[in-house]
Each structure stands twice: as C-alpha cells, then as structure tokens.
C-alpha cells in the first residue's frame, strides 16, 4: 500500500531490512546512504520505510547520512553549533527550533538565489567579471558553513595576483577595484536584506 501512495505522489519508497540494507522500489534495486544523499542533492523526494513495521524512519536515516558526510571530512556544522543545538534538546523551545531551522534555510536559499541572480546579470556590464565569480565562489563557500553572519562575509584574503614589484600602479590600480567590488558586494547584500523583509 505504502508503495502505490509514494508512486502517486513520486515519492520514491526505500525500504530499510534488518540487515541494514537499503532496497529501492522503484528501481527495485539495493542502494547505499551516498545513493540516498546523491538522490537529496538532486532534489528527488524520498521516504525510508522499516520494512517490518511499515513506520517512516526518513529523519533517522537522514541523520545518519549526516553523520557520515561530517565524519568523512566534510564537515560543514560548526562545533558552537552543534553545542547550541544539543543544549535545546529538553528546552522549553525545542518544539520551535525545527521550524526556525528550516525557515532559516529556506530564506538561505532565496537570498543564494537572489545575490546569484544580481551578479548574474550585472556580469554582463562588470569589466571585472572574472574577479566577481571567484568572489561568487568564495561568498558561498563561507556562507554554506552556517557561520553566523556568513551572509555578509567579505573574504578576508584579497590579495591580488602577484605582480612584479616593479609595477605598483598595477596593485594599487587592483586595490582600488577589489575596494569597489567589496562596496557593491555589500551594496547587493543590503538589498538582498530588505527583499527578504
């Protein structure tokens, strides 16, 4: 029954068994936890049924993929965070944090969106085009680590390319640009800010 729900809604079923294997129902084959964060990526819905009780252990396994994802190196929740978030556990306001979680990350999203879709369309007319993607780059790379404040991130390692030193018109020229860049940066930042008001 469980299987004709989640085809109506393309919900794609997993089924856990006691030996911890995986079975994908709809391509009636075994996968492991990296197929199930390669589907999460790509945005395909799924649900992890216990294949003998029928209940929804979704949460459990998405946790799970987590932990392996943080223990493989890639570790992207901060220590503070994780410590805040294990003190709430009891808290009076533990039944809110969920909902503040994933609106955080909702309005996370929409502003990567928007600022994507701001530099984006000034590319075209930014003489600095190429200096404005690493910055792109580097802006989301500190911003996905949940850093506080990482929305507003100025990279601190600006540094030019290296010149010789016998031209310093060049790095002063260079200087000023990345300083303009930064004010526009921030400039996009603060709209950003009032559309997510």
Do not use: W
Not at 71 to 80: I, K
Not at 93 to 106: F, G, K, N, T, V
Not at 136 to 157: E, N, S, Y
Request: avoid cysteine; charged fraction near 25%.
């Amino acid at each position: 029954m469980a299987d004709n729900a989640g085809s109506k809604d393309n919900t794609v079923i997993i089924k856990k068994y006691a030996n911890r294997r995986l079975y994908n129902t709809q391509s009636s084959s075994y996968i492991t936890l990296d197929h199930l964060a390669k589907m999460t990526r790509e945005g395909i819905e799924f649900r992890v049924l216990d294949a003998k009780s029928g209940s929804d252990i979704t949460h459990q396994i998405l946790t799970q993929i987590i932990m392996e994802e943080e223990a493989s190196g890639e570790q992207m929740l901060p220590v503070n965070f994780l410590r805040q978030l294990i003190g709430m556990y009891g808290n009076s306001m533990q039944a809110l944090i969920p909902h503040y979680l994933e609106a955080s990350m909702d309005q996370f999203r929409a502003n990567q969106l928007k600022l994507r879709k701001a530099f984006e369309d000034s590319m075209e007319t930014n003489p600095l085009a190429r200096l404005t993607q690493q910055n792109i780059a580097m802006f989301q790379a500190a911003a996905a680590a949940f850093m506080p404040g990482a929305d507003g991130v100025v990279p601190k390692d600006e540094a030019p390319t290296a010149t010789p030193a016998a031209e310093p018109e060049k790095t002063e020229g260079t200087r000023g640009e990345l300083d303009a860049l930064r004010e526009q940066m921030l400039a996009m930042q603060k709209k950003l800010d009032s559309l997510g008001k």
